[in-house]
Each structure stands twice: as structure tokens, then as C-alpha cells.
């Protein structure tokens, strides 16, 4: 899958990127780095592949299947009026596990993972005012 400019990957454990976003990780010492992070579509992509991620890491864990790494590089576009064309995203595990128990875990991440599934059920965004507003100047 070869990214659009508002892709982004994140990857942790053996294939962890030495260049990007370092953020903590709790399923990992050394943590997740992401990349690029430099504008809010990029941020709605991370918040999939992030959490693609680390769920990965818990259900594995759960499954009793081994992984040592893993990279999810998760892309969209957006129509004229900014409304998401939808998201798409792809799991590169590092795991002495046979293809069908990794197909198996890749297959219970994508029922579990929790942003993907708020994010395809859609909510409404509004502003709430602010307590108090700052005075003209």
C-alpha cells in the first residue's frame, strides 16, 4: 500500500521506525514511533492505526500468539467538502505464529478495535462554548 500524503504508519517492537513521533506504549518498553504527524488528517488516520496497533499486542496476548513486532500504515482522502472518502489501513506483523493464527488474530483486531468500529458508526462534532469568552481587544 503505497501512502497518499495523509497516510501515516505506526509501528512498534522489532519494526519499530527509528525516525517519527515517539509516544509511550503500554504493551511495549521502548514505545511506539509514528509518522508523519503534522496535521489533523494525519491525526484521524494515527488514532486508527494506533489503535489497530495496540490492540494487536492485547489480543495476541489473549490469544496466546506471539508477536514481536508490528507496523500499521493506515491512509484516507476527503471530498471537496472535507467529509472523509474512508480509511483503510494494513497490519505487517513480526510473529513466529503460523500465517493462520496470525490471520486469526489480524481477524479478531479487526472486530474489536475500538476506534475503527466508532469511527465506521460515525458521531456527531460540535463546539461548546467557552466559560468565558476573552474581551475584545
Request: aromatic residues 4%; charged residues 20%; negative net charge.
Amino acid at each position: 500500500m503505497e501512502l497518499s500524503p495523509l497516510g501515516v504508519v505506526a509501528t512498534a517492537g522489532s519494526l519499530r521506525a527509528a525516525d517519527g513521533v515517539h509516544l509511550a506504549h503500554a504493551w511495549t518498553d521502548a514505545g511506539v514511533i509514528a509518522a508523519p504527524v503534522t496535521n489533523g488528517a494525519h491525526v484521524l488516520h494515527l488514532s486508527v492505526a494506533l489503535c489497530v496497533l495496540n490492540d494487536t499486542y492485547r489480543e495476541a496476548a489473549a490469544l496466546g500468539i506471539t508477536v514481536d513486532g508490528v507496523r500499521v500504515e493506515a491512509d484516507g482522502a476527503f471530498a471537496d467538502d472535507w467529509s472523509s472518502t474512508g480509511i483503510t489501513y494494513r497490519v505487517t506483523l513480526d510473529s513466529p505464529a503460523s500465517p493462520e493464527d496470525q490471520l486469526r488474530l489480524l481477524d479478531v483486531v479487526e472486530k474489536v478495535a475500538e476506534i475503527p468500529r466508532a469511527i465506521r458508526r460515525g458521531a456527531p462534532v460540535s463546539r461548546v462554548p467557552c466559560a468565558t469568552p476573552s474581551p475584545a481587544p
